[in-house]
């Protein structure tokens, strides 16, 4: 099946069409959030209060923290590293240092330690194939029909997710976070649809091992 087919399967499309009412405000979204003190800025409780419900989609776009910032400072941030990733990898020399070194930055803003330095060592590990490796899962996940027999030759994980929404055109970060949040949204569109039957393997989303 490639990317069309799937999109126009009915039950996809109807899903699309309830994800654009909530990104335009037009569908109430009634998300209940709850932050940890330790885990929140010091003025968030005054804001919007350590735990409340979000009635639209953007609320959350106003609550989002992480890496000890709002949305709009990660979304610089990203935008940097991916106009970095990208010219480093379109450069007729293609500098290897400058290709791990977002990478790098990369894994240290959406990873935990551990899990960083295991995927930088994937990195160092390829020496000169990295940048032709990149290009390759980038060239896959922007086809029609990908081969998702490249990976794991091609590392995918939770960390190179991230490194490859910011290479590639039109692909999202898909962690467990957002598999989860992608099913928790499935579930809100099967209610909106009376859907009593078990969730369609098209919208079931993976979002754990």
């Not at 009412?21 to 800025?41: D, K, M, S």
């Amino acid at each position: 099946m490639n990317k069309n087919d799937y999109l126009n399967q009915e039950i996809v499309a109807n899903f699309v069409s309830y994800l654009a009412e909530l990104i335009n405000g037009e569908e109430v979204l009634a998300f209940a959030y709850r932050f940890l003190p330790q885990h929140a800025p010091a003025d968030f409780d005054q804001i919007f209060g350590l735990a409340g419900t979000a009635q639209k989609l953007e609320d959350l776009f106003d609550r989002y923290w992480w890496d000890r910032k709002y949305y709009d400072a990660n979304a610089e941030n990203l935008a940097n590293l991916q106009k970095a990733l990208r010219s480093a990898l379109a450069s007729p020399t293609i500098e290897l240092s400058e290709v791990r070194s977002v990478i790098k930055a990369v894994m240290e803003w959406g990873l935990m330690p551990n899990a960083a330095a295991k995927n930088m060592a994937w990195a160092q590990l390829q020496e000169e194939n990295l940048p032709g490796l990149l290009l390759e899962g980038k060239s896959e996940l922007e086809c029609e029909k990908p081969n998702f027999g490249v990976f794991p030759r091609v590392r995918m994980n939770a960390g190179y997710t991230k490194v490859f929404s910011l290479l590639c055109d039109g692909i999202i970060i898909y962690d467990g976070r957002v598999g989860a949040a992608m099913c928790w949204l499935v579930r809100q569109f099967l209610k909106t649809a009376v859907h009593s039957r078990p969730v369609p393997q098209a919208l079931a989303f993976r979002w754990a091992k």
